[in-house]
């Protein structure tokens, strides 16, 4: 059986199952059209511009009840008879008020085989009625919404998710690249958050094979906030089971120099190639070159050889993962000098700064950044432009200069006497990544009890 429901929210607390099962299923030709007339979609239904001219034509006409003569005083009694005349009465059912029609569409099968694909279009309304569709085996994964033709998202039932996760690995390829970017979008949606989140980076790891930059790119996004989210845990199996993921896209990246459409699809968002960069470094990919660009940094750190976020991330990557050796103590002279310095390279060494793990640094770093009295600069260092690593040494030194600030500094901050916090202040809780860090801003102040977000 098949169950189509809207999601519940505040605006609709019901749910809405298909109710016209008249449709007859269409069958793709097979070069690829289908037999669906689109411009159905156009206008609304005709039963529901129908109903409201019988509404308006045939309206309840208020008739005059006829006064019973009794020969016998009243009585507390209801004759039978009346009783069952009034049951009898047919009842009306008011009209809802939030009437509503949507196109909702879904297809199975596949146009190699020797069944076919069925693809079935109808409209689906807010009343109740369930259905089955014979044709569709249990065994056949079901796609709503094909080529994400609508703007609505799709959630399927467990079952269904994982015959859609198996497929995209099997043969990614039988599903359209339009729902394919859909699915990724529904798959964060609705499964990174649920009880199974291990099936949403099972459905990630497809993105192995994927050849679409368009859809690798949505992927790409997936990715890096899954990274994001899990700074403060060590989970190198995750970064292990991405990393062919990561390859895959420098390989799209690499084909897409020599066609300019291509290229440019990676300059539209800003922060695309930034992105790719910090992956890199965080699945240990070669391409991110942390030796050779922390080399070139030692020699010269107020040039930049290449893209600034490229050779950033590399060297933060090299400060992170190198915390006892000999270079590490070099470079952090380096960024020392340029913290005191105040120059034009000063926000590039906080960055640096917050990815070290050598005490003076980070101290001075920390005290440098609180000094600026800037929530902006507090927010930035948190959320690193340079690196997806979770420095825990670096954030408890910046809390701890935090701490000191006045408690009238803290309460700006922090918004604690504003109804609607800030943007930055919301921006500096949910950078929190741990319990420790977490247990650090309640000591700074107390009443970030009513903002502080779950840790995680």
Not at 47 to 64: L, M, N, P, S, V
Not at 144 to 162: G, L
């Amino acid at each position: 059986m098949v169950t189509v429901t809207q999601r519940r929210c505040d605006d609709h607390l019901y749910k809405a199952f298909l109710t016209d099962s008249k449709e007859k299923p269409t069958r793709l030709r097979r070069d690829g059209t289908s037999l669906f007339d689109d411009s159905l979609f156009d206008n609304p239904p005709q039963e529901i511009a129908e109903k409201k001219k019988k509404k308006r034509k045939h309206g309840r006409r208020k008739t005059t009840a006829t006064p019973r003569i009794t020969l016998s005083p009243p009585s507390s009694r209801i004759p039978i008879d009346l009783r069952r005349e009034e049951l009898r009465r047919p009842r009306r059912t008011p009209q809802p008020s939030d009437l509503w029609s949507i196109p909702f569409s879904y297809t199975f099968g596949t146009l190699k085989s020797t069944e076919g694909q069925v693809v079935r279009e109808f409209w689906l309304k807010n009343r109740s009625v369930s259905f089955v569709d014979i044709e569709l085996s249990s065994s056949q994964p079901l796609l709503a919404n094909p080529s994400w033709r609508y703007p609505y998202r799709v959630n399927y039932d467990i079952t269904n998710w994982k015959m859609i996760a198996r497929l995209l690995h099997q043969n990614y390829q039988e599903i359209p690249s339009k729902s394919r970017m859909q699915i990724i979008v529904d798959a964060e949606t609705f499964l990174a958050q649920s009880d199974i989140p291990q099936l949403f980076i099972y459905i990630l790891g497809y993105l192995a094979q994927e050849q679409d930059l368009g859809v690798a790119l949505i992927g790409m996004d997936a990715i890096h906030r899954l990274f994001d989210s899990f700074r403060g845990v060590d989970l190198p199996e995750l970064q292990l089971y991405l990393a062919p993921a990561v390859a895959q896209l420098d390989k799209l990246l690499d084909s897409s120099q020599t066609d300019t459409e291509l290229a440019a699809l990676w300059l539209i968002d800003p922060t695309r190639l930034s992105k790719l960069y910090q992956l890199r470094c965080m699945t240990a990919r070669p391409t991110c070159d942390h030796q050779n660009q922390a080399r070139r940094w030692m020699v010269s750190p107020s040039s930049v050889q290449d893209d600034v976020h490229k050779q950033v991330t590399a060297v933060c990557h090299f400060f992170f993962t190198h915390n006892t050796t000999k270079e590490v103590c070099c470079c952090s002279s380096h960024g020392g000098a340029q913290l005191r310095s105040k120059g034009n390279h000063w926000s590039t060494a906080v960055q640096l700064s917050a990815c070290s793990h050598g005490d003076r640094v980070i101290k001075l770093a920390a005290k440098q950044i609180v000094a600026t009295k800037n929530a902006a600069i507090f927010a930035s260092t948190l959320q690193s432009d340079f690196s997806l690593h979770y420095n825990a040494k670096f954030r408890k030194a910046l809390w701890t200069q935090i701490g000191k600030m006045t408690a009238e500094e803290r309460s700006l901050l922090f918004s604690v006497d504003e109804v609607e916090p800030r943007l930055a202040s919301k921006i500096l809780l949910h950078s929190v990544r741990s319990p420790e860090e977490l247990s650090q801003v309640s000591a700074v102040l107390p009443q970030l009890s009513l903002y502080a977000p779950a840790p995680g």
